[in-house]
Every structure is written in C-alpha cells, then in structure tokens.
C-alpha cells in the first residue's frame, strides 16, 4: 500500500509545484475508495510515511488527509498526535526542512482535526509548547495563528451571506 499511495496520492490531489504537466488531471475515486476499504491499512501507511524524514512524502500525508477530510471529517484524528509532533518539529524529523518552512498540507490536515477534534488538538499542541524551542514554539504559533485566520474567514462569509 505505502508503494501505490504517492501515485493515488498524486491522482487525487496534483502537487502542482512538482507538475511537469501544466494542469494535471484530478480524480480524487481511486483515493476514496481506497479509504473507504481500507482506512486502517491507509492509517498506518500514513504513520510510515510522517516517519519518512523526506518533505515531500510528509506533505504527500498531508495532502492525502485534507483530500479524505472533505468526505469523513475525522480521518486525520487518528493520527494527530503525529501530525503534530513532526509539524511542530518539522527541522528536527524532516531531512530536507531548514528552520521555519512551511508545510501548508500539513496545515490543512491540522485544521481538519481542529473542526472534529479542537480539545484534542489544543491538548497535544500546549503538551508540545511545554519546553519547546524557539522554531518549535513559532510552527505552534503558526497554528494557532491559521485556525484564527480560518475562524474569521468563516464569520466574515457567514456575515456576507446573512
């Protein structure tokens, strides 16, 4: 499974920066129903892959996630604390991240938990800040900061449409 993910991964939601096709095509079935059947064995391949050490498999995580969030909200929950720790210690886990790059399909994966599971997501982002370093303690920051961005963006469409 961990062999055939990038290429579902890839189908279901293109990384158009490292496209050489100009508009690649999308279909997002093979993925779903992969998830659909096999959503532990997808789970733990997820697990593997955060633990690869390599920028791309890590937010190819991240971008299978936020793709399967838009139908089961709570697919990410099941790996947060993972999601967590190698985002909030992105240069310590991840070869290829110097200090404070960003991981935005992590982010979106991040912000999936937070509509499903927010006490969770709290609770394992404060036990991370506890000692942290300074890089560590801004990638938090940066979440908070998004989900704050999220919220407002939200309330304002809502006003807009009252």
Known sequence: MRLALPAIVDLASPDYGNSFVRTPR???RPLLAFWKHHRTIILKAVEEVLASRRLYTVEMAGRLLSMVQRTDPAAADPVAQSLVSTYVRARLLIDD???EEDLPHMGDALEGVFLTAPEVLNRLLQEYAAGSDRLSAGRIHKI???LLDWRRDRRAAAAKSA
């Open 26 to 28: 999308r279909d997002e």
């Open 144 to 146: 908070y900061a998004r």
């Open 97 to 99: 991240v110097e200090g």
